[in-house]
Structures are given as structure tokens and as C-alpha cells.
């Protein structure tokens, strides 16, 4: 039985460290802004270039939150598994 409760936590904390690694999330670059000399071939590239850039920063921050999201869950999981290994070895250690 402690074999098994100890395979669970080590179950538990391998799957945290490649659920860590699975998530990289990319910052794209910010776009270069024109200065107040620019003429309106320069306003128009820069314009679409900062549009691109938000869509692109929406994408990274929605990656951003994911992991976090992933994180909370491998976290609660974890403490799920500890509490669950601690219980199961007091038990074991009243009888």
C-alpha cells in the first residue's frame, strides 16, 4: 500500500514538470512606430503593423492564462496527492 501511495505522488509530480514544459508561450515583438515626420505610406504599414501586433498579443496572453490555468490544476493536484499520501500514512501508522 505505501508503494502504491508513493507511486501516485511520484505519478503526480512528473506529470507537473512536463505539463511546465509543454507551455511556452512566445511575446511577439512590438512593432516600430512612426515618428511625426512620417509620410502616409509610413502611417499606413505602421497602422497594419500594430493591428497584427494585437492580434498576436491577444494570442499570447490567452497562452499566458492557459498555463496558468494548468499550473492552478497541477498544483491542486499535487496537494490533492500529498493529502491523500499523508492520510493513507497516518492511517497506516494507527494500526
Given at each position: 500500500?505505501?508503494?502504491?501511495?508513493?507511486l501516485?505522488?511520484?505519478?503526480?509530480?512528473?506529470?507537473?514538470?512536463?505539463?511546465?514544459?509543454?507551455?511556452?508561450?512566445?511575446?511577439?515583438?512590438?512593432?516600430?512606430?512612426?515618428?511625426?515626420?512620417?509620410?502616409?505610406?509610413?502611417m499606413?504599414?505602421?497602422?497594419?503593423?500594430?493591428?497584427?501586433?494585437?492580434?498576436?498579443?491577444?494570442?499570447?496572453?490567452?497562452?499566458?492564462?492557459?498555463?496558468?490555468?494548468?499550473?492552478?490544476?497541477?498544483?491542486?493536484?499535487?496537494?490533492?496527492?500529498?493529502?491523500y499520501?499523508?492520510?493513507?500514512?497516518?492511517?497506516?501508522?494507527?494500526?
Amino acid at each position: 500500500m505505501k508503494f502504491f501511495n508513493l507511486l501516485i505522488l511520484l505519478l503526480l509530480l512528473s506529470s507537473v514538470e512536463t505539463s511546465f514544459a509543454d507551455c511556452i508561450c512566445k511575446q511577439p515583438p512590438k512593432p516600430e512606430l512612426p515618428s511625426d515626420r512620417a509620410d502616409a505610406k509610413e502611417m499606413e504599414k505602421a497602422g497594419k503593423d500594430v493591428d497584427q501586433y494585437n492580434k498576436e498579443m491577444k494570442g499570447y496572453r490567452g497562452c499566458i492564462l492557459a498555463c496558468l490555468n494548468k499550473a492552478d490544476n497541477d498544483l491542486a493536484g499535487v496537494i490533492s496527492g500529498w493529502n491523500y499520501a499523508v492520510e493513507r500514512f497516518n492511517a497506516e501508522k494507527k494500526q
